[in-house]
């Protein structure tokens, strides 16, 4: 099965757009910056995702654009139908003849959007050309509740209608619904919709994770229907592992108490996979996930890091990010964890914050710092990639690259090998100017890329080998969050949970009063 996000937006990708605008930014193994949604799609799938699984205006105009100045349509007048709509036609079929039985493709917006029309006018297209049988569309519409707990079918019946305005009679409804539909409610809909009885759905509220969706839909046969409609053969579900994370979801005892600390902390979707990648985590190590979400710049304003952090903390994860403000409070978070011995996850931007404060506090450099916020410093500790060219894309190094764990190293003792592929979005990184200084006082090198001679991962020194010694406290180049599945959590954050478990728990049986049983411990 593929999956394809269609957006309508012109930008010709989200890598320029602001946290603020539309969350964070996913990247894919070939260095696509991608809308949020695609990464939420990666995390129920095993298909491939890839730049081609993202469609956006900016994109299809752009190519357009660019074929009509170089004679591709040889001197036609070039307009939205046929040029842009074949555009997005080819696009989507070069995606549909990769080998896949299925291609799920989303029209994000809204129906009656302007700048959706040209996506819908395809998918009419598509079924016309391809016939019903070959191509199905699904529509999503809100049923909302209003006082009294009455549900509202008004709003569905004028979206489907705004849809066969567009010359498309969906054949398949999925109605976003506080509970489920009655079978009356859903007659009347089908009734006002023209579609089979069957073939309405609704998606509601689940109580756990949205992990349930896909068992939800699994009770009201919605793949059956699909199947059927499509001309597939029906063959039997695999929904064991979607039944596993449910109940491990609920089997979890004992709670570990996390902060984030970030610069867009007050926006959940500005750090959307590092969440679900902390949750697939404690879904492993069986046990509840607290977020304890911290922006940054209040670590700058407080009097002392423990005003903020308290004494309940259990591990400590300073997320990825570009610019100078709220720097100053991450690299205060990684000294706080460091010093108090509290697991500490850095990436990116995290992995930066430590090899400052150890440059500051450690090594006794108190000029170190990041060449992106201090150009003058005499200790550029990180620094502009070594192939990053003035003027070019804004990210040196983007997608998947190859890192090579050293033995002994807790990098190596997660992902249990050497080799290491995961994906990497930044323009600065670990000075190689300074490895030699920083290794002899103690921090360790715990992956390194091959091809430049890269730092992707440093690490705390364990208590065994440094008298100022740490439990866990890991910092990486890439973004570990985007390859975490519920079904098979990052390896990183599963062991930085897993340490955070049971360091907590060992702090509750030394502060248990002795002779006396231990209660709530994990």
Known sequence: MHMIKCDPYINVDAGTQSPYQHGEVYVTDDGAETD???GNYARFTSGPI??????????????????????????????????????????ILEVAKEGADVTIVEIGGTV?????????????????????????SVHLTLIPEVSGGELKTKPTQHSVKAMQEMGIQPDVLICRAPVMLDEATRRKIALFTNIENGAVFTSIDVSTTIYEVPLVYYEQKLDLVVLKKLGI??????????????????????????????????????????????????????????????????????ESADQIFGKDIDGVIVPGGFGQRGVKGMILAAAWARENKIPYFGISMGMHAMVIDWGRNVLGWKDADSAEFNKETQYPVINHSADQTEGENHAARLGQYVSYAEPGTKIFAAYGKKEIAERHRHRYEFSGRFREEMTKSGLVIGAVNHEKDR???????????HSAGHPWGVGVQFYPEFKSKPTAASPLFRDFIAVSRDLKAS????SAPSGRALRGSI
């Open 507 to 510: 702090r509750v049986k030394l």
């Open 233 to 302: 053969e029906v063959r039997p579900a695999n929904i064991e592992p979607w039944k596993a994370v449910i109940e491990r979801a609920a089997s979890r005892k004992g709670t570990v108490r996390i902060a984030i600390v970030g610069k867009y902390i007050e926006l959940n979707d500005a750090y959307k996979s590092v969440y679900e990648a902390i949750f697939h985590a404690g879904l492993e190590c069986g046990v509840e996930v607290e977020f304890v979400k911290i922006a940054s710049t209040r670590l700058e304003e407080a």
């Open 36 to 38: 949020q949604d695609l």
């Open 50 to 91: 890839s730049r081609a699984n993202s469609i956006t205006t900016g994109q299809v105009y752009n190519s357009v654009i660019r074929k009509e100045r170089e004679g591709y349509y040889q001197g036609s007048c070039v307009q939205v139908i046929p040029h842009i709509t074949d555009e997005i036609k080819n696009r």
């Open 112 to 136: 009656g959007d302007i700048e959706s029309v040209p996506f819908l006018e395809t998918a009419r297209q598509l079924i016309h050309e391809f016939g019903r049988g070959n191509v199905i």
């Open 455 to 465: 730092v992707d991962c440093v690490e705390w020194p364990s208590a065994e080998k």
